[in-house]
């Protein structure tokens, strides 16, 4: 890791099974997880902050959930890489404690296997999509839900090519606001693009000839 000049270097752990994996976590840190121990539950995982100046915090896996709110220390992780049934989910990272806590989300809480995609802002805002049309989000400590108007022919199925779900590199800086929602629908060879802007009220279903237009799709809407 290099910062401002200084460079520290740590060790990562590797197997068939599971990649390491890096992050930025804040101004003079990195979120660091690997498996030295070589297994494939995440509760056997390393979990550290790795800092320039060659200082390491080690982060316990907790699975006593906290209330879901948005905070600086709210980070999601990626357990499972291209797997439609290994996820992402939403820790809050307790540095002074040196804990690594789940939000408690149904299904988060537990590490639940359901294809979820978190919206990348969760310092301001929570909210996740499923792969089979629906998207929830945060609101006065309510969990809200809605299921997006896909279109009439579609089932989800990830080998078929019907599934929804969010990349966080789609926004612009400063696009995503509290309240301001987008996910993708993929249907056979179609993509159908779902925005709201006003905290899940009102749903736009915009068609989009492929990812790559999502951005300015975006940008074009304020």
Not at 14 to 35: G, K, L, N, Y
Not at 163 to 189: C, I, N, Q
Request: aromatic share 10%.
């Amino acid at each position: 890791m290099t910062q401002d000049g200084r460079s520290a270097l740590f060790s990562m752990a590797a197997d068939d099974d599971t990649s390491p994996s890096v992050r930025a976590f804040d101004e003079r840190s990195v979120f660091a997880m690997d498996a030295p121990h070589q297994t494939p539950d995440p509760s056997g995982w390393r979990y550290r902050l790795l800092r320039a100046d060659g200082t390491e915090v080690p982060l316990n896996l907790v699975m006593d959930p906290v209330p879901a709110v948005a905070g600086a220390g709210v980070l999601v992780i990626d357990f499972g890489g291209a797997d439609p049934e290994s996820v992402q989910h939403a820790f809050l990272v307790d540095e002074r404690n040196g804990t690594l806590r789940p939000l408690d989300v149904p299904r988060n809480a537990e590490l639940g296997s359901v294809g979820r995609y978190w919206g990348p802002n969760t310092d301001e805002f929570l909210w996740f999509a499923y792969t089979d049309c629906r998207v929830y989000w945060i609101a006065g400590g309510t969990l809200e839900k809605r299921r997006l108007d896909c279109a009439d022919d579609f089932e989800f199925n990830w080998a078929g090519g019907d599934f929804t779900y969010v990349h966080g590199d789609w926004f612009s800086d400063g696009w995503l606001k509290p309240g301001r929602m987008a996910v993708l629908e993929r249907v056979d060879d179609r993509l159908i693009l779902h925005v709201s802007l006003d905290r899940g009220t009102t749903w736009q279903r915009i068609r989009v000839s492929d990812e790559a237009a999502v951005p300015d799709t975006l940008r074009q809407l304020g």
